[in-house]
């Protein structure tokens, strides 16, 4: 006997009974227990919520007035602490008078961060624009031309040098960090080991230990006479820091790509170089975006430890602003606040823009 | 043989110090010529013809391809590489390039070719592999049957004199593996050198010239497919062969 096959048309699939409502109801009060349990959780949220709305804005001081401060402590936030001394928490111990300079210097530096991020602006103009708005940034913040007056760096702070550290840091590391990955697996012994030594070895001590060898150490092993502007030689420090831990984020790329592309590659008589630029390098960066950006996260954060050298960047502007005033000391927990906005802000931002990198090139690569 | 475009030498090569994969290899391809390598796993076969380009590198004898000797020197290596094309068992496209890019690469990077030219010539490749209408895709949206012949496309992007194919329909699903040595066949009617390692004896039978066999890094037999498959010399051979044919 033979069956006979018949053909099964396709059919739609059940309908999945999705929506919040729904979604509520059998979750959160499926039965007695979790509804008694939901009910308290809401509970206790909306009590907590309720106490930090009530501190934060319905008792809060908003004005810089030290005495309506002190009668709402305990019950209410002293926004006025940070009204009073933003200032001196975003530009550090930069000369008052002047401090339009580092606004200009900072802005135009954001635009060209932000300006570098979108694929609409990756054109000739934007590596023209680099070292412009670069020089327009020093020689405002430095001064001592064009009229205006001399400001060392040891007086620079605050946030426009956190965001030119970073900056420098993230730029400079970025490229050095996919030389050494590279270095790392050349087919040449002593390219291996050199870089090996150098990740080792800078990423075996503390950030913070580079840097006062940077600051105090790098000084004494140079000929009397020669010096180079402490700014620099932290920044050398720290890129040389975030450039260690980020090419071993890079050399994990290079090993998840199969050895079948490169030998496509090479079997197309493409160079070394070229294999690397144009085959190798696109896949593997690809796969490490979340590593890379977890990287600059921690190296723009990092940025903060520069204070134990007397570099004043923002967290160290803000010690300085709240430390230095006994009268505003104890509103330092509200100033605390008002920087973690900030770092927040850029961190969260670099966050999502790596998401967006991660979807634009997962292009292609699903089935 | 006169002028012989492929010379092998007594070339030996070992995987580290033990491994003794390939064992004076004496061997001359001549120019058109087509030649299927078989021969059990591990015998040698495909690195045989990874060091025609260059992939693996030999430690005895000599190696001439079309007149340039296969030595350190990375340079004789990448002339090399211009005059073979290689198609993989696992097709190693770039996922990240369209099918299109894939094929302009070389030509744009390797030869220095105007864009819209390596493009143009591209099409006329992928029209020779029936798959123009692919180009635009990204690898990884063909099937495997499509995406193969592709990668013949890209090899042959080049114009390459010595094409090279490593068990090109192993990776394959069965239904797939025709269209692929379809393209196959009209490709050894057009001149072109090749060096298949292959089990389609089917394929073998229809374009070879030549079949060699291999075996623990030697080559045991070589001969016409009429000889090879009608009366094989070697017992080695024959066994090996009623194992691929039995089934």
Same mark, same amino acid.
Request: charged share 20%.
């Given at each position: 006997?033979?069956?006979?096959?018949?053909?099964?048309?396709?059919?739609?699939?059940?309908?999945?009974?999705?929506?919040?409502?729904?979604?509520?109801?059998?979750?959160?009060?499926?039965?007695?227990?979790?509804?008694?349990?939901?009910?308290?959780?809401?509970?206790?949220?909306?009590?907590?919520?309720?106490?930090?709305?009530?501190?934060?804005?319905?008792?809060?001081?908003?004005?810089?007035?030290?005495?309506?401060?002190?009668?709402?402590?305990?019950?209410?936030?002293?926004?006025?602490?940070?009204?009073?001394?933003?200032?001196?928490?975003?530009?550090?111990?930069? #000369?008052? &008078?002047?401090?339009?300079?580092? %606004?200009?210097?900072? /802005? *135009?530096?954001?635009? $060209?961060?932000? =300006?570098?991020?979108?694929?609409?602006?990756?054109?000739?103009?934007?590596?023209?624009?680099?070292?412009?708005?670069?020089?327009?940034?020093?020689?405002?913040?430095?001064?001592?031309?064009?009229?205006?007056?001399?400001?060392?760096?040891?007086?620079?702070?605050?946030?426009?040098?956190?965001?030119?550290?970073?900056?420098?840091?993230?730029?400079?590391?970025?490229?050095?960090?996919?030389?050494?990955?590279?270095?790392?697996?050349?087919?040449?012994?002593?390219?291996?080991?050199?870089?090996?030594?150098?990740?080792?070895?800078?990423?075996?001590?503390?950030?913070?230990?580079?840097?006062?060898?940077?600051?105090?150490?790098?000084?004494?092993?140079? #000929?009397? &006479?020669?010096?180079?502007?402490? %700014?620099?030689?932290? /920044? *050398?420090?720290?890129? $040389?820091?975030? =450039?260690?831990?980020?090419?071993?984020?890079?050399?994990?790329?290079?090993?998840?790509?199969?050895?079948?592309?490169?030998?496509?590659?090479?079997?197309?008589?493409?160079?070394?170089?070229?294999?690397?630029?144009?085959?190798?390098?696109?896949?593997?960066?690809?796969?490490?975006?979340?590593?890379?950006?977890?990287?600059?996260?921690?190296?723009?954060?990092?940025?903060?430890?520069?204070?134990?050298?007397?570099?004043?960047?923002?967290?160290?502007?803000?010690?300085?602003?709240?430390?230095?005033?006994?009268?505003?000391?104890?509103?330092?927990?509200?100033?605390?606040?008002?920087?973690?906005?900030?770092?927040?802000?850029?961190?969260?931002?670099?966050?999502?823009?790596?998401?967006?990198?991660?979807?634009?090139?997962?292009?292609?690569?699903?089935? | 043989?006169?002028?012989?475009?492929?010379?092998?030498?007594?070339?030996?090569?070992?995987?580290?110090?033990?491994?003794?994969?390939?064992?004076?290899?004496?061997?001359?391809?001549?120019?058109?010529?087509?030649?299927?390598?078989?021969?059990?796993?591990?015998?040698?076969?495909?690195?045989?013809?990874?060091?025609?380009?260059?992939?693996?590198?030999?430690?005895?004898?000599?190696?001439?391809?079309?007149?340039?000797?296969?030595?350190?020197?990375?340079?004789?290596?990448?002339?090399?590489?211009?005059?073979?094309?290689?198609?993989?068992?696992?097709?190693?496209?770039?996922?990240?390039?369209?099918?299109?890019?894939?094929?302009?690469?070389?030509?744009?990077?390797?030869?220095?070719?105007?864009?819209?030219?390596?493009?143009?010539?591209?099409?006329?490749?992928?029209?020779?592999?029936?798959?123009?209408?692919?180009?635009?895709?990204?690898?990884?949206?063909?099937?495997?049957?499509?995406?193969?012949?592709?990668?013949?496309?890209?090899?042959?992007?080049?114009?390459?004199?010595?094409?090279?194919?490593?068990?090109?329909?192993?990776?394959?699903?069965?239904?797939?593996?025709?269209?692929?040595?379809?393209?196959?066949?009209?490709?050894?009617?057009?001149?072109?050198?090749?060096?298949?390692?292959?089990?389609?004896?089917?394929?073998?039978?229809?374009?070879?010239?030549?079949?060699?066999?291999?075996?623990?890094?030697?080559?045991?037999?070589?001969?016409?497919?009429?000889?090879?498959?009608?009366?094989?010399?070697?017992?080695?051979?024959?066994?090996?062969?009623?194992?691929?044919?039995?089934?």
């Amino acid at each position: 006997m033979r069956a006979t096959l018949a053909a099964v048309a396709a059919r739609a699939a059940p309908p999945q009974h999705r929506g919040p409502l729904r979604w509520i109801r059998t979750e959160l009060f499926g039965n007695w227990v979790s509804g008694v349990a939901t009910l308290a959780l809401v509970g206790l949220l909306a009590w907590w919520l309720w106490g930090v709305l009530d501190w934060a804005v319905l008792h809060a001081v908003t004005a810089p007035n030290l005495e309506a401060c002190r009668a709402a402590r305990g019950s209410g936030a002293c926004w006025g602490a940070v009204v009073e001394k933003y200032r001196l928490v975003i530009f550090g111990r930069y #000369p008052y &008078g002047e401090q339009w300079r580092p %606004l200009a210097a900072t /802005l *135009a530096l954001l635009g $060209l961060l932000i =300006a570098s991020c979108i694929r609409a602006c990756w054109t000739r103009w934007l590596a023209v624009a680099w070292p412009i708005v670069l020089a327009f940034f020093f020689v405002l913040m430095g001064g001592g031309v064009f009229g205006l007056a001399s400001v060392p760096t040891d007086r620079w702070g605050g946030l426009p040098l956190t965001i030119m550290l970073s900056t420098f840091s993230i730029v400079l590391a970025f490229p050095l960090s996919v030389l050494v990955a590279l270095g790392r697996r050349s087919a040449l012994p002593a390219i291996r080991s050199v870089c090996a030594v150098y990740v080792e070895l800078v990423r075996g001590v503390p950030l913070v230990s580079v840097l006062f060898m940077a600051s105090f150490m790098f000084p004494l092993l140079m #000929p009397p &006479g020669f010096a180079i502007d402490v %700014l620099v030689r932290v /920044l *050398a420090g720290g890129t $040389l820091f975030a =450039a260690a831990y980020l090419a071993e984020v890079v050399r994990g790329g290079l090993q998840a790509v199969p050895v079948g592309q490169i030998e496509a590659a090479a079997s197309l008589g493409l160079g070394y170089w070229q294999r690397q630029r144009k085959i190798v390098l696109p896949q593997a960066l690809a796969m490490v975006v979340p590593g890379i950006m977890n990287s600059f996260i921690a190296t723009f954060k990092d940025t903060s430890l520069v204070t134990v050298v007397s570099l004043y960047e923002l967290t160290g502007s803000f010690g300085l602003a709240f430390d230095s005033d006994a009268e505003w000391r104890p509103y330092k927990g509200e100033g605390s606040l008002f920087i973690a906005a900030i770092y927040f802000a850029f961190c969260f931002s670099m966050s999502r823009y790596s998401l967006w990198v991660e979807k634009r090139l997962s292009r292609g690569r699903a089935r | 043989m006169n002028d012989p475009i492929i010379r092998f030498e007594k070339v030996n090569k070992w995987y580290g110090n033990q491994f003794h994969v390939l064992r004076d290899i004496d061997l001359q391809v001549g120019r058109g010529e087509r030649i299927v390598i078989c021969g059990p796993s591990g015998s040698g076969k495909s690195t045989l013809i990874r060091c025609i380009n260059g992939l693996e590198e030999y430690q005895q004898g000599r190696l001439m391809v079309d007149g340039i000797e296969l030595s350190d020197d990375v340079r004789s290596t990448e002339r090399v590489r211009r005059e073979v094309g290689m198609v993989f068992q696992q097709f190693n496209l770039f996922p990240h390039l369209t099918v299109l890019e894939n094929l302009t690469l070389a030509p744009t990077w390797v030869a220095r070719m105007p864009k819209k030219e390596a493009e143009e010539r591209a099409m006329q490749q992928l029209r020779r592999v029936r798959i123009a209408e692919q180009a635009n895709k990204y690898p990884l949206q063909l099937s495997g049957g499509q995406q193969q012949r592709v990668a013949i496309a890209r090899a042959l992007c080049l114009t390459p004199k010595i094409m090279l194919f490593d068990e090109p329909t192993s990776a394959l699903d069965p239904e797939m593996i025709k269209e692929v040595l379809d393209v196959m066949i009209e490709l050894a009617g057009q001149g072109i050198t090749m060096l298949c390692v292959t089990h389609e004896m089917g394929f073998a039978r229809a374009v070879a010239d030549r079949m060699i066999f291999m075996d623990e890094g030697q080559i045991v037999e070589e001969n016409t497919p009429i000889e090879f498959f009608g009366h094989p010399k070697s017992d080695r051979t024959r066994d090996f062969l009623s194992k691929i044919l039995g089934h």
